[in-house]
């Protein structure tokens, strides 16, 4: 079975500094790995995605992630953080198409 | 282009009542999926079809909870005798089935709270 692990439900960092999110997962097949980023009260909108190839994935925002097959990770970062980046973000991995959320992190940006 | 959208978008019933959700997705979309969200949580898997065919569901479904995507465009969900533990957000998400296959469009989500 497929499964994700969000370290750090409650991130918080200054407007500038940088935005690190960890996400490690479990899967028995060659991943599809996601970040979705999730407003009060919205639905999910997705910030970046790893199939295959490079394995450091830029996505929207100015977040980048980079997959670690020998670490089983897929970390989130943003070199400079936003005020506008306070959100909770999921890392999701896909299993035969449904996708298979982690708890979740919620980010703070303090100004 | 629009995207996926639900209605309604709130709904407060009380206990042992039955609610239907509506979810319209992507037009091109094939695959429909449900989600539900419970607070702090992360979206939970719940079923998905292919067009009309439902082909996955979740243990989380109990026989309480019943799905229908009829023409293979919209689809719904309905809670059957509702009780407390249903209250949570219920997204929708849509996909293609070819090319970028395995990413999922989310509707804004259906909040339901059982008094």
């Known amino acids: 079975a497929q499964s994700v692990t969000q370290l750090g439900s409650h991130v918080s960092v200054s407007e500038g500094a940088l935005v690190l999110l960890r996400c490690n997962y479990s899967?028995?097949?060659?991943?599809?790995l996601f970040w979705y980023v999730q407003y009060p009260n919205q639905g999910l909108q997705l910030l970046l995605k790893?199939?295959?190839?490079?394995?450091l994935v830029k996505g929207i925002n100015g977040f980048e992630a980079e997959f670690k097959k020998s670490e089983t990770s897929f970390h989130l970062t943003k070199p400079s953080a936003h005020m506008s980046d306070a959100a909770e973000y999921f890392c999701?991995?896909?299993?035969?198409?449904?996708?298979?959320f982690g708890q979740g992190t919620e980010l703070s940006v303090k100004p | 282009d629009t995207g996926v959208s639900q209605d309604p978008r709130h709904k407060i019933t009380k206990r042992g009542q039955n609610v239907t959700f509506r979810c319209d997705p992507i037009?091109?979309?094939?695959?429909l999926y449900w989600y539900r969200q419970t607070l702090g949580q992360g979206p939970e898997f719940l079923t998905y079809?292919?067009?009309?065919?439902?082909?996955?569901k979740s243990r989380l479904l109990s026989d309480r909870f019943s799905a229908e995507r009829p023409k293979g465009s919209f689809s719904t969900l309905e809670i059957q005798r509702t009780e407390q533990g249903d209250s949570a957000m219920y997204l929708c998400?849509?996909?293609?089935?070819?090319?970028?296959?395995?990413?999922?469009?989310f509707g804004p989500g259906t909040r339901l709270t059982v008094l």
């Open positions: 999701a991995v896909s299993d035969t198409g449904k996708l298979i």
């Open positions: 790893y199939t295959t190839g490079a394995t």
């Open positions: 037009s091109e979309h094939n695959r």
């Open positions: 998400a849509s996909s293609p089935t070819s090319g970028r296959a395995y990413e999922q469009f």
């Open positions: 079809f292919q067009n009309e065919a439902q082909l996955e």
């Open positions: 899967s028995s097949v060659p991943p599809y």
